[in-house]
């Protein structure tokens, strides 16, 4: 036992785990966000605005019970609130690309507890994912890989190696130090909050499953049948209407849909949660496609991609540049000597 807890205090101290996943979830929930913000601009005045008839009268009197806060009721003026939008989309961009994320990602959580809760009644499972992930992704070092950050940290490498003080004077070793330091809490920090997220989607769906286990529909393998044939949840009538046809389909999908999310905690150290991955990515697929829910789908994708490890990420990485190096040369380009990579080994600490 204590050789597994210093394996662990190991693991958590001295080597940030899952920087690539980190990176997915920021890529992933900041184009959420921004395609979110998008596509209800037409409609923003009635959700959030001044013009909504939960006016922000009645969001403060709410918030006064729940303890809620936001940005958006801080004045009735219709300017304040385009000033508010305009800095919600540029956040979500901006997060999404990684820069200066540590305090975009501080901005960006705010922006998302904002316009949650303004519009409380109107929120539903992907608004509420994308909740969890935002204040959790403060935490994280999710900046360090894919990013306009580690583009810029790479640039700036070489010049800081040259004007590094030498570590015998007192000043040189201080700031040794102090680095040290501040690099053992960001990693303690990332770590931690890698574990809240994965803990948090491991919780998510054995509980949906837990759930689903008690209800009779879901039990004689109906519940399909009876959401594709709910109009709110049909985007699609005619293909709602053929995939109903297939009562056998339904009722194996209903029952494997109860199956990987109770199963989904216990597979997670073993082979078995890529092929569970795999069905989970095919149903929250069929979701956004039957149900009409591509934000709450697009949220779970991304959540489930935290599971993957960073040889994957890295393997597709030098899949893509393999794919644009082949096409460049095809176009008639002159083949050129692999670059090195964009970032440092992930076990050394960013500054060196």
Not at 2 to 24: C, D, G, K, M, N
Not at 75 to 82: H, I, K
Not at 238 to 245: G, K, N
Not at 282 to 300: E, K, R, T, V, Y
Request: proline content about 6%; aromatic content about 12%.
């Amino acid at each position: 036992m204590p050789a597994r807890i210093l394996t662990l205090l190991t693991l958590l101290l001295e080597q940030p785990i899952s920087l690539y996943a980190a990176a997915v979830l920021r890529i992933g929930y900041g184009f959420l966000y921004l395609a979110f913000l998008l596509r209800e601009f037409p409609h923003r005045d009635e959700i959030w605005g001044p013009g909504s008839p939960w006016t922000p009268t009645l969001a403060r009197q709410l918030f006064d019970q729940t303890g809620w806060a936001s940005i958006l009721t801080l004045s009735d003026s219709r300017a304040y609130f385009e000033v508010c939008y305009a800095v919600a989309l540029v956040t979500s961009a901006l997060f999404m690309l990684g820069w200066r994320t540590r305090a975009v990602s501080v901005l960006f959580a705010v922006v998302v507890t904002s316009f949650h809760a303004r519009a409380i009644f109107m929120t539903d499972g992907g608004d509420n994912l994308i909740l969890l992930m935002a204040l959790y992704l403060v935490v994280t070092a999710c900046g360090r890989r894919w990013s306009l950050d580690a583009r810029r940290a790479r640039l700036r490498a070489p010049a800081d190696r040259t004007h590094r003080l030498p570590l015998a004077q007192p000043s040189g070793e201080l700031r040794r130090h102090l680095r040290d330091a501040r690099v053992t809490v960001v990693t303690v920090l990332h770590n931690c909050g890698m574990l809240v997220i994965a803990a948090q989607v491991c919780f998510l769906y054995g509980s949906a499953g837990l759930y689903k286990v008690q209800g009779a529909t879901w039990g004689n393998g109906t519940a399909l049948h009876y959401a594709l044939n709910l109009d709110v949840f049909r985007p699609w009538p005619e293909l709602s209407t053929v995939a109903d046809r297939h009562d056998v389909l339904i009722a194996i999908v209903c029952y494997l849909t109860v199956l990987v999310q109770v199963a989904f905690p216990f597979v997670l150290f073993g082979r078995l949660k890529y092929p569970v991955l795999a069905m989970l990515l095919g149903m929250h697929l069929g979701i956004a496609l039957f149900l009409g829910l591509p934000l709450f789908s697009g949220a779970m994708i991304f959540a489930d991609a935290v599971f993957l490890p960073d040889r994957f990420y890295r393997y597709l990485g030098h899949l893509l540049r393999g794919t644009t190096w082949r096409t460049h040369v095809r176009e008639g380009g002159t083949p050129c000597r692999e670059e090195p990579a964009l970032v440092p080994p992930q076990h050394t600490p960013p500054s060196q």
